[in-house]
C-alpha cells in the first residue's frame, strides 16, 4: 500500500503564497540594502577561511562602520563586554537591513535586551558543569558524551546556550585534557557516540581537529562521532578539499549544522554541505526557535524545505534555552507546538525536525509534540490526524463488531473509543470533501423531465436533477 499522502490543492496554494513570501523578503532585502558590500571577486583572501577569521568584526566600532550604524553604539559596547562580538566578513554581509527587522542582523548584533536578566535565568541552565567527570567533557547520557575541543566560533551567535564561554577566551583543548578525556572513555565502555562540540570544531586547524578524532577513533568502544558546527553558515569556505578528506578517514562521522533562516542558505553555504554529503558524511541541521527571526511557521516550512533540497535532514528544532542573555529571543512553548501542528501533512517526515525542549537541571532533550491522542478505551484508541480527522484504532485482542467505514454524523468521540464508530471528519477537510463528491451517472435519456435537464444517479442509488450543461453532466 502507498502511504504517501498528496497535499489538498489549499495547501499547495498555502505553500506556494509562503514561498512567494519568503522570495519577495529576499529580494526586498538585497534591493534595500544601504549597507556596503565587500567585493568577493577583489577582496584579497575572500574565499580563504583563515583569512575570514583573521577579519572577524569584533568590536563595536569596527560594527558601526560596517553597517553604517548610529545612535546604540555606546550601548552596544556594554553588551560587548559582557558576551564577546565576532562576526565573519562573509556572515556580514548577508545583512541586507541594519536593524532589527533583519534575521542575520539579530542573530549577529549584540543587543541591549541581553542584559535583561530575569531570576528564573542561568549561566548554565543545562547543569554542563556538574555533568563533567573530567574537565571539556560532558557525560550526562549512558551511551554518549559531548567533547567541547575548542571555545572558538566563526561568529559568536546571539543566542548561543553557551554564552557563559564562548568567545571569552578563545582557546583550544589541551593535550593534557584530551589525555583525560581518552582515559575517561576507555574507562566507560557505555560510552559508544561522542559529539565534538564547542565553541566550533571546524574553525580548529585541519591538523589539531584530527588529533582529536584520531584520539576517538583509537578507543575500540567508541562507534559513532558527531561534530556539531555552524561552520556551513558562517564560513563556508571552511569546508575545503583538505578538510573532508581528512574527515573521511574517520567514518562513521556525522555532521550536524546549524541553519536557522532560509536567508543563510546561500550558494557558498549549499557548496560547503554538498562537499561534506559528497564525501559520505550525512548531515543534520539543528535551529533554535528565535522570537521575530524564525517564529513563523511559513519560515520554518520553508528553511526545512530548503535543508532537504541540499541533503541536510531537519534533526532539532530547539526551544530557547533559559541561558542569561537570550530572553528576547526566547517564545512560548505554544509557538513551537503551533509550528509543528502546521508542519505535520504539509511536509515529508524527513523534512520535519523534532521539537525539543532541553530541560533545565541537566533533564536533558524532552520532546514536545502536539497531541495527537484524543482518547483511550481497553479496545480502542480515538487519534487525530493532521487534518483534524479522527478515527479509532483497534487494540490487539479487542472483539470485532461491524461499525460503518463511513462518517457517521452522529457519532462522538465515544463512539470512537468503544468501536462503534471507526471515523469522524468534519465537512471542511478538502480531502473528505473529494471522496464524498457523487461519481454519477446518466440514466436513459427517456426520462428526462425536459430538454433542459438530466436525472443522474449517484453510487447509492439517489436521484439528482442537473441542468445540461453544467459541471457533471
Excluded at 132 to 141: D, F, K, N, Q
Excluded at 295 to 305: G, V
Excluded at 368 to 387: A, D, G
Aim: net charge positive; with cysteine; charged share 25%.
Amino acid at each position: 500500500m502507498n502511504r504517501t499522502s498528496s497535499s489538498s490543492a489549499s495547501a499547495d496554494e498555502e505553500h506556494q503564497r509562503a514561498g512567494a513570501i519568503v522570495s519577495a523578503q529576499q529580494e526586498s532585502l538585497i534591493e534595500n540594502s544601504n549597507i556596503p558590500q565587500a567585493n568577493a571577486e577583489t577582496t584579497q583572501g575572500w574565499n580563504d577561511w583563515k583569512w575570514q577569521l583573521r577579519n572577524r568584526i569584533r568590536s563595536v566600532e569596527q560594527l558601526a562602520k560596517y553597517l553604517n550604524l548610529s545612535g546604540e553604539v555606546s550601548n552596544l559596547s556594554a553588551v560587548a563586554e559582557r558576551y564577546p562580538l565576532a562576526i565573519t566578513p562573509y556572515y556580514a554581509n548577508l545583512i541586507r537591513r541594519p536593524d532589527l527587522s533583519d534575521p542575520i542582523f539579530q542573530m549577529a548584533v549584540p543587543q541591549c535586551q541581553e542584559l535583561f536578566s530575569p531570576a528564573f535565568l542561568d549561566d548554565d541552565p543545562l547543569e554542563e558543569h556538574q555533568d563533567m567527570p573530567v574537565p571539556g567533557l560532558i557525560h550526562r547520557y549512558c551511551d554518549r558524551a559531548l567533547l567541547i575541543a575548542t571555545t572558538t566560533c566563526g561568529s559568536y551567535c546571539r543566542h548561543c546556550t553557551r554564552k557563559r564561554i564562548a568567545g571569552m577566551r578563545e582557546s583550544t583543548i589541551s593535550a593534557t585534557r584530551l589525555r583525560q578525556v581518552a582515559e575517561y572513555l576507555s574507562n566507560h565502555p557505555e560510552i559508544s557516540d561522542v559529539i565534538v562540540s564547542g565553541g566550533d570544531p571546524l574553525t580548529m586547524a585541519t591538523a589539531a581537529l584530527e588529533k582529536i578524532l584520531e584520539t576517538l577513533r583509537s578507543i575500540k568502544s567508541i562507534s559513532v562521532i558527531r561534530i556539531g558546527t555552524r561552520v556551513p553558515v558562517v564560513l563556508p569556505m571552511r569546508i575545503t578539499d583538505e578538510l573532508v578528506n581528512m574527515l573521511k578517514k574517520y567514518h562513521p562521522v556525522w555532521i550536524n549544522t546549524h541553519f536557522n533562516h532560509p536567508n543563510e542558505i546561500t550558494d557558498e553555504s549549499i557548496s560547503a554541505c554538498t562537499k561534506l554529503a559528497d564525501t559520505g558524511i550525512p548531515m543534520g541541521n539543528q535551529s533554535v526557535l528565535l522570537r521575530n527571526v524564525n517564529d513563523k511557521p511559513f519560515i520554518i516550512e520553508q528553511l526545512c524545505r530548503r535543508l532537504i533540497s541540499i541533503r541536510v535532514r531537519p534533526y532539532y528544532l530547539y526551544q530557547c534555552d533559559l541561558v542569561r542573555g537570550v530572553e528576547h529571543f526566547r517564545t512560548p512553548l505554544s509557538k513551537g507546538i503551533e509550528i509543528m501542528e502546521y508542519l505535520r501533512g504539509r511536509l515529508s517526515g524527513i523534512a520535519i525536525p523534532n521539537f525539543v525542549v532541553d530541560a533545565p537541571h541537566g533533564a536533558g532533550k524532552i520532546p514536545v509534540t502536539p497531541n495527537y491522542i484524543i482518547s483511550m478505551s481497553p479496545t480502542h484508541t480515538v487519534l487525530r490526524n493532521y487534518e483534524g480527522l479522527l478515527v479509532n484504532y483497534p487494540e490487539p485482542g479487542a472483539a470485532y463488531e461491524p461499525c460503518s467505514d463511513k462518517d457517521d454524523r452522529t457519532a462522538g468521540v465515544w463512539e470512537l473509543a468503544t468501536g462503534k464508530a471507526s471515523l469522524l471528519a468534519h465537512d471542511s477537510i478538502a480531502r473528505i470533501k473529494r471522496r464524498r463528491k457523487s461519481t454519477v451517472k446518466k440514466i436513459t435519456p427517456s426520462i428526462s423531465t425536459d430538454k433542459k435537464s438530466v436525472l443522474l444517479t449517484d453510487e447509492n442509488g439517489l436521484l439528482h436533477c442537473r441542468t445540461k450543461g453544467a459541471a457533471g453532466c
